[in-house]
């Protein structure tokens, strides 16, 4: 890259400080835009516009533009709220618009390993929005991760004694899936929790 301007250096340089961006991804980037230089100024202002614009929801902390966001202060079932870990969890889950109640963006996963502690998520903010009594289900939809797995056992100890319901995402196999070729925990987590028809 010694031999490129600067100003192309310094743009390859932020590119890959996306993530999954690595060296070469960002140069394509970066030759991409030159190669179309009306995609430049458009690509510029989106930035500055997110940046300027975008913010998280008072309410769940999910990604907005208006405050609350558009779930919050819209007609969903407010006795429902889902927990996630980030905001493109609750994209995930609108997609499938197999939810209709409101959400609650951690902003992460618990990760001692990592010095992220309750104080460093929304927590606090969760266990605010369950004392109004209003609430009568909690959805934990944390990754099933060692993380997010953590983080699911440690707001099941602290909503339980509020008498609210606390139910999790089902895991299992995946549609479509042989089961020749699925792991045996995943396996073991649909034997487990297999249901009724």
């Given at each position: 890259?010694?031999?490129?301007?600067?100003?192309?250096?310094?743009?390859?340089?932020?590119?890959?400080?996306?993530?999954?961006?690595?060296?070469?991804?960002?140069?394509?980037?970066?030759?991409?835009?030159?190669?179309?230089?009306?995609?430049i100024e458009a690509?510029?202002?989106?930035?500055?516009?997110?940046?300027?614009?975008?913010?998280?929801?008072?309410?769940?902390?999910?990604?907005?533009?208006?405050?609350?966001?558009?779930?919050?202060?819209?007609?969903?079932?407010?006795?429902?709220?889902?927990?996630?870990?980030?905001?493109?969890?609750?994209?995930?889950?609108?997609r499938s618009r197999?939810?209709?109640?409101?959400?609650?963006?951690?902003?992460?996963?618990?990760?001692?390993?990592?010095?992220?502690?309750?104080?460093?998520?929304?927590?606090?903010?969760?266990?605010?929005?369950?004392?109004?009594?209003?609430?009568?289900?909690?959805?934990?939809?944390?990754?099933?991760?060692?993380?997010?797995?953590?983080?699911?056992?440690?707001?099941?100890?602290?909503?339980?004694?509020?008498?609210?319901?606390?139910?999790?995402?089902?895991?299992?196999?995946?549609?479509?899936?042989?089961?020749?070729?699925?792991?045996?925990?995943?396996?073991?987590?649909?034997?487990?929790?297999?249901?009724?028809?």
């Amino acid at each position: 890259m010694l031999h490129f301007s600067g100003s192309l250096t310094r743009l390859v340089g932020e590119l890959k400080k996306l993530p999954g961006v690595g060296e070469k991804s960002a140069q394509r980037l970066a030759f991409h835009l030159l190669k179309h230089p009306s995609n430049i100024e458009a690509l510029a202002q989106s930035l500055l516009q997110v940046g300027e614009r975008v913010h998280l929801c008072s309410v769940c902390f999910a990604i907005t533009e208006d405050d609350p966001c558009w779930i919050c202060s819209g007609e969903r079932d407010s006795g429902t709220i889902c927990v996630v870990e980030e905001p493109q969890d609750l994209l995930a889950l609108e997609r499938s618009r197999a939810f209709s109640g409101r959400y609650h963006v951690l902003q992460g996963a618990l990760s001692p390993l990592n010095g992220v502690t309750p104080k460093d998520l929304r927590i606090a903010e969760l266990m605010q929005r369950l004392q109004g009594g209003e609430v009568r289900e909690v959805l934990i939809a944390t990754n099933f991760t060692v993380e997010g797995e953590a983080t699911a056992l440690y707001l099941t100890r602290l909503i339980k004694p509020l008498s609210i319901k606390v139910t999790r995402l089902a895991h299992g196999i995946p549609v479509g899936s042989d089961l020749e070729y699925v792991d045996a925990a995943t396996v073991q987590r649909a034997v487990e929790g297999r249901s009724e028809l």
